[in-house]
């Protein structure tokens, strides 16, 4: 280092005023510089490597010498570096650095980089791309490289296309879209966005990622998490969505070379603190992409140093609304508080079936929770909450804080949790059968075991598999989360503390349970939306998870003054209780009808039925075992014991009297029992069925058709699978079933022998041949919400009251098949709308005067109607698409197109007339004119036209 020319720092000094107190700091400068430039890879050992002569300056005496040269393999200026002391401003040597610039690009034909430093503050100047920006050392050579071959070789983002497989949803594509502006035309090099959790942060960025890369704006991206079960995510994210990027887990495998790496924030601060290279390997230039998951307050504070050190375009991700992102967060990013780059919040999402609502069920423990609410706290107190739920390794705070938590610990608070879950207020999937996927989020680990121990004292038919600990000290947590994501699996129940809570993608999950108190309103924003990602065909084929319910037990709700629309009281009605019910009122009316058990003559074709004793005996020792089989190891079976001693024994079930069946229906039907029927769904959703048309048969009624229509269906559709040997071997019994002629007088042992018959194939079957096996009664199977608005139906007089009426019964009638056309766009016949006037009149709504009415007044009966109903928010998209290309959309145009997507779904049609008026003038103020090319425009009119028309007979 001896060896190196100091004259240019020594020029440096004599041409200030202050010489003779500089000659040390002067020293002192040339160090720091020379330490930094050998850490990027510079030895500065060539004769033109420092005070390179230059001449034609346009300042006196017209010749200097520039303080270093960074030359490429050609002898060609990458950059240059500027010199002052440290006593004086660094930004004062810009000028001069920018005029060796100008004399070495007349010298050499390329312009080189500018540094300029005193050794301690170092600015960056690429002055074709941007304004000087503050960095923590030099780049390497061939990261200076990579700069200046950009400024040719770097693509326009504004008219490249998005990867819509990767990241397909418009808010997605309306989130990157502001990114690349803020990169390309604000020339920013920083940008936050907020997104409700479970909307795809993760695809948002391997998008952008995909994007820049392809562009040529990156060669390598830093994605940083605060957690590994994060990481862990990320990383299998990436590789299914990017799999042309060398990815590299630095927790994994710290030495190797990638295109995307992937690392906790604590990992990298340390890697950068301490680096195990004499030439540090994570230099300022290494990374050009920073993309960080904030998941808390003070992850950005904390891990401040990574986002300083390096010299690449940074990018936040949130789940924090925009209002709840503290300023040292936005200070980082660049950006004025409270107005980060976009956002997409809760309500959006769920407003556009992207995610589901969550709703309340409130149960606060004996100790109220005290304090003061979070948002009376002042920022350090937020802090200092956060504090309590984070460590460096993202890991919550263990310990127990007050006396409402430490109730949580008692075991009958733990029992009365667990039976309002399970037998009460739960979600439950599998017709009823099984608790949908529930997630309890506990103080710690050892509350976490002991609540997972009282499951087992409470339900230990399940063998211990009912529910499982998740956290950091129980080990095998990945393999236990991969087990819980499998949707009809064992556990049905996870036990989270400082895990689970914090966003693993779970879809099927329906409970959520916070049976702890939290400080932190971040991350109980995350904990809820473990919850809120949608989950298709959830309950059977066409009925999607709706919402989600957070059982609240210590007052987190209102602490974080949230609120949400309380969970209806009322539960659908499991599967196993009403197969119960009916065969216990098929045991009773068997022996007081013994009339209904006739049997025709069947022919040798059907084989021998069933005798009436054997019937009655049969279902008598179903119904025994189940009741035999409640164990008073559970706290809800202890409660009925009285009820259910008298029918443990086989004797009391030869001769039931009304008295005893009204008892086992109120008071033991409904009871956890050890026996697991472990037959498949779709036979005893069948087995109820024709247990149902049974009764039908007893109780002297004719069978309905909604009854017989699912049987028969099933029979259809088994035929068309004789190939089959176990079908083929009931080929004569399905045949006659699916022929009207065999319900004429169909007795209870001939349908019980068909039931035996067909009960084991029934899962041969389609998924919708076996669904129309639940809709056979409308309180088992509620349909999905309607999306009727209810500001057409407020007033109550005149033709608006044929309106009310109109919307009260398209309510009732949400299946019917006119309506699921009108709300999907799918092209209606003149049948289509004669059956939903047929509906209309004969639910007494209106006359034939008000029904021409609504007819003239919207250009059709499909119109008013679809008026009143709504589009379908995916099906007013798949509408807009031929008339417009969102891949290359700008943010302004995604929108307006939500805009006109958002009126869609509320009014069903739109006038292209209402492009030209507010709220649409909002964005482009002289109508979509401004904002698209006239060939989109009409398009877009063509497009809306074409809507209206679909709700009109073809």
């Known amino acids: 280092m001896s060896s190196i020319d100091r004259r240019p720092v020594r020029e440096a000094a004599t041409r200030r005023p202050d010489v003779a107190a500089s000659e040390s700091q002067t020293a002192a400068c040339g160090d720091a510089i020379d330490r930094l430039l050998h850490a990027a890879g510079w030895p500065l050992t060539g004769p033109d490597d420092t005070a390179f002569p230059l001449a034609g300056l346009p300042t006196p005496p017209g010749k200097a010498y520039v303080d270093y040269v960074l030359w490429d393999d050609r002898r060609k200026p990458l950059a240059i570096v500027e010199a002052r002391h440290t006593r004086r401003n660094t930004r004062a040597g810009q000028q001069r650095a920018r005029q060796y610039a100008d004399g070495l690009e007349a010298l050499t034909g390329q312009r080189p980089l500018i540094y300029y430093t005193n050794g301690r503050d170092h600015w960056f100047w690429d002055d074709r791309a941007g304004p000087p920006r503050a960095v923590q050392g030099f780049h390497r050579q061939d990261e200076l490289e990579r700069l200046l071959a950009r400024r040719t070789r770097r693509q326009p983002l504004a008219t490249a296309a998005i990867d819509t497989a990767i990241a397909g949803r418009p808010y997605q594509h309306r989130a990157i879209r502001r990114i690349a502006e803020a990169f390309e035309q604000d020339r920013l090099r920083a940008a936050l966005v907020s997104m409700a959790p479970g909307t795809g942060k993760t695809r948002t960025a391997i998008a952008l990622t995909e994007l820049l890369m392809r562009c040529r704006w990156i060669k390598r991206t830093l994605f940083l998490a605060d957690r590994t079960a994060q990481l862990t995510r990320a990383a299998a994210a990436f590789a299914a969505h990017l799999p042309q990027a060398t990815l590299v887990n630095l927790a994994k495998d710290a030495g190797a070379d990638g295109d995307v790496y992937l690392s906790t924030c604590p990992t990298m601060q340390d890697r950068i603190a301490h680096p195990i290279d004499?030439?540090?390997?994570?230099?300022?230039?290494?990374?050009?992409?920073?993309?960080?998951?904030?998941?808390?307050?003070?992850?950005?504070?904390?891990?401040?140093?990574?986002?300083?050190?390096?010299?690449?375009?940074?990018?936040?991700?949130?789940?924090?609304?925009?209002?709840?992102?503290?300023?040292?967060?936005?200070?980082?990013?660049?950006?004025?508080?409270?107005?980060?780059?976009?956002?997409?919040?809760?309500?959006?999402?769920?407003?556009?079936?992207?995610?589901?609502?969550?709703?309340?069920?409130?149960?606060?423990?004996?100790?109220?929770?005290?304090?003061?609410?979070?948002?009376?706290?002042?920022?350090?107190?937020?802090?200092?909450?956060?504090?309590?739920?984070?460590?460096?390794?993202?890991?919550?705070?263990?310990?127990?804080?007050?006396?409402?938590?430490?109730?949580?610990?008692?075991?009958?608070?733990?029992?009365?949790?667990?039976?309002?879950?399970?037998?009460?207020?739960?979600?439950?999937?599998?017709?009823?059968?099984?608790?949908?996927?529930?997630?309890?989020?506990?103080?710690?680990?050892?509350?976490?075991?002991?609540?997972?121990?009282?499951?087992?004292?409470?339900?230990?038919?399940?063998?211990?598999?009912?529910?499982?600990?998740i956290t950091y000290e129980a080990g095998q947590a990945q393999t236990l989360i991969d087990a819980f994501s499998v949707a009809d699996r064992m556990p049905r129940v996870a036990i989270a503390a400082g895990l689970l809570d914090t966003g693993i993608a779970v879809p099927e999950v329906v409970n959520l349970v916070f049976f702890r108190l939290v400080r932190s309103k971040a991350r109980f924003r995350q904990m809820v939306g473990c919850g809120t990602r949608p989950c298709k065909n959830l309950y059977g084929p066409g009925q999607d998870k709706q919402d989600v319910l957070l059982f609240d037990f210590c007052q987190n709700l209102a602490f974080f003054d949230v609120r949400l629309e309380a969970a209806a009281e009322t539960m659908p009605v499991p599967l196993e209780q009403r197969l119960f019910r009916a065969r216990l009122e098929l045991l009773a009316r068997l022996e007081t009808r013994p009339a209904g058990l006739s049997v025709r003559e069947a022919g040798a074709s059907y084989g021998n039925p069933p005798t009436p004793a054997a019937l009655h005996d049969d279902v008598a020792q179903w119904l025994h075992r189940q009741v035999a089989s409640m164990s008073t190891d559970n706290f809800a079976v202890r409660a009925k014991h009285r009820h259910i001693a008298p029918y443990v024994h086989r004797e009391a079930w030869q001769r039931l009297g009304p008295a005893q069946a009204a008892e086992l229906s109120e008071h033991v039907c409904g009871l956890p029992t050890t026996l697991l029927d472990d037959s498949d769904e779709a036979a005893r959703r069948f087995d109820l069925l024709m247990l149902r048309l049974q009764l039908c048969v007893l109780r002297g009624e004719s069978a309905p058709g909604h009854l017989k229509r699912p049987v028969r269906g099933v029979a259809r559709a088994l035929l068309a699978q004789t190939g089959l040997p176990a079908v083929h071997d009931q080929a004569g019994w399905i045949q006659a079933i699916a022929e009207e002629g065999w319900w004429d007088d169909a007795s209870v042992l001939l349908l019980e022998q068909a039931r035996r018959r067909l009960r084991a194939l029934v899962h041969l079957t389609d998924a919708q041949t076996r669904w129309q096996l639940a809709c056979t009664d409308p309180t088992d199977a509620p349909g999905p919400a309607s999306a009727i608005a209810t500001a057409a139906c407020a007033d109550d007089t005149g033709f608006a009251r044929f309106r009310t009426n109109v919307c009260r019964c398209l309510r009732a009638h949400a299946r019917h098949p006119t309506l699921h056309k009108l709300r999907h766009n799918a092209p209606l016949t003149t049948a289509d709308l004669a059956g939903l006037e047929q509906m209309l009149a004969a639910n007494g709504v209106g006359d034939r005067e008000a029904i021409d009415r609504a007819r003239r007044a919207s250009g059709g009966l499909g119109v008013f109607v679809r008026g009143l109903i709504g589009l379908d928010r995916e099906a007013a998209r798949a509408a807009l698409s031929g008339a417009i290309t969102s891949e290359a959309m700008t943010a302004d145009q995604c929108d307006f197109i939500d805009l006109v997507v958002t009126h869609l779904t509320m009014h069903g049609v739109m006038e292209a007339a209402r492009l030209y008026a507010s709220p649409f003038t909002d964005i482009a103020p002289q109508g979509p004119d401004s904002l698209f090319a006239p060939e989109t425009v009409d398009a877009l009119v063509t497009a809306l036209q074409q809507i209206t028309a679909r709700a009109v007979a073809a």
């Open 278 to 469: 004499t030439v540090p390997r994570f230099g300022p230039g290494h990374f050009d992409l920073v993309i960080v998951n904030i998941t808390h307050r003070g992850i950005c504070r904390r891990h401040r140093a990574i986002f300083s050190h390096f010299d690449a375009l940074r990018v936040g991700l949130t789940a924090m609304p925009e209002d709840e992102i503290d300023r040292d967060t936005y200070r980082l990013f660049d950006l004025e508080t409270g107005i980060p780059t976009d956002a997409y919040d809760l309500d959006e999402a769920i407003a556009d079936h992207h995610l589901v609502p969550p709703r309340a069920v409130c149960v606060p423990v004996r100790q109220p929770r005290g304090g003061m609410a979070y948002d009376g706290l002042s920022d350090t107190e937020k802090d200092h909450e956060d504090a309590l739920e984070w460590n460096d390794d993202g890991h919550a705070d263990t310990a127990v804080p007050d006396a409402a938590d430490a109730c949580l610990h008692h075991q009958d608070t733990v029992d009365a949790m667990i039976a309002l879950l399970m037998e009460k207020r739960g979600r439950r999937v599998a017709d009823g059968d099984w608790i949908g996927k529930t997630l309890i989020f506990a103080s710690n680990h050892d509350h976490a075991r002991f609540i997972a121990g009282r499951f087992d004292a409470n339900y230990p038919q399940y063998k211990g598999r009912l529910a499982c600990v």
